[in-house]
T-cell receptor, first 114, second 114 residues
Framework: GDSVTQMEGPVTLSEEAFLTINCTYT??????LFWYVQYPGEGLQLLLK?????DKGSNKGFEATYRKETTSFHLEKGSVQVSDSAVYFC?????????????FGQGTTLQVKP | DAGITQSPRHKVTETGTPVTLRCHQT?????MYWYRQDPGHGLRLIHY???????DKGEVSDGYSVSRSKTEDFLLTLESATSSQTSVYFC?????????????FGPGTRLLVL
């Protein structure tokens, strides 16, 4: 079945450091890919998404490129801030799916220190 | 933000008691979902609904039932709570437009079963 694998955390960085959180997936067909962020005590918020190969999603300085050849959707940010400390989830769904079910990775905790 | 509220936000209950969690949305989205979040598992789908009185099971549906009598409300019931159902529960709705889709999440309900 479909699955999403994220790098294990926690990831601890200093402010202004470069961030990469790895995400790879296994799926049939051509899924849509998402990154969600969960700030402490809150629900999940959509951070960015990409719906086809080579698409780049971007938002708030974060970027991720849909790489079909490597089945990956790694999240990057050039300079992290303390306010980026959160849990990040990679997820996929199948476009046009009747259920719209999201399949999540296990989440990666990011802690940014001043 | 799709105007999703969940109630209660926190609940402590005892093993064997029934528990009902409520999700309310204001955006008239057709699809609604219940997920549970557990460490190391990300979010997993419990049940979903594709319309009033139309529901189906997700991957971890045992011990849970749902009902949807109105578009805006989706109820999750634990028939007889067990300690393994201690978790954080998230409701979500699905917005679709042409080939694009996004799921929006509520703030979560933290449930502790003693």
């Amino acid at each position: 079945g479909d699955s999403v694998t994220q790098m294990e955390g926690p990831v601890t960085l200093s402010e202004e450091a470069f961030l990469t959180i790895n995400c790879t997936y296994t799926a049939t067909g051509y899924p849509s890919l998402f990154w969600y962020v969960q700030y402490p005590g809150e629900g999940l918020q959509l951070l960015l998404k990409a719906t086809k190969a080579d698409d780049k999603g971007s938002n708030k300085g974060f970027e991720a490129t849909y790489r079909k050849e490597t089945t990956s959707f790694h999240l990057e940010k050039g300079s992290v801030q303390v306010s980026d400390s959160a849990v990040y989830f990679c997820a996929l769904t199948h476009r046009g799916s009747n259920t719209g079910k999201l399949i999540f990775g296990q989440g990666t905790t990011l802690q940014v220190k001043p | 933000d799709a105007g999703i509220t969940q109630s209660p936000r926190h609940k402590v209950t005892e093993t064997g008691t029934p528990v009902t969690l409520r999700c309310h949305q204001t955006e008239n989205h057709r699809y609604m979902y219940w997920y549970r979040q557990d460490p190391g598992h990300g979010l997993r789908l419990i049940h979903y609904s594709y319309g009033v009185k139309d529901t189906d099971k997700g991957e971890v549906s045992d011990g849970y039932s749902v009902s949807r009598s109105k578009t805006e409300d989706f109820l999750l019931t634990l028939e007889s709570a067990t300690s393994s159902q201690t978790s954080v529960y998230f409701c979500a709705t699905r917005f679709t437009y042409e080939s694009q889709e996004t799921q929006y999440f509520g703030p979560g309900t933290r449930l502790l079963v003693l």
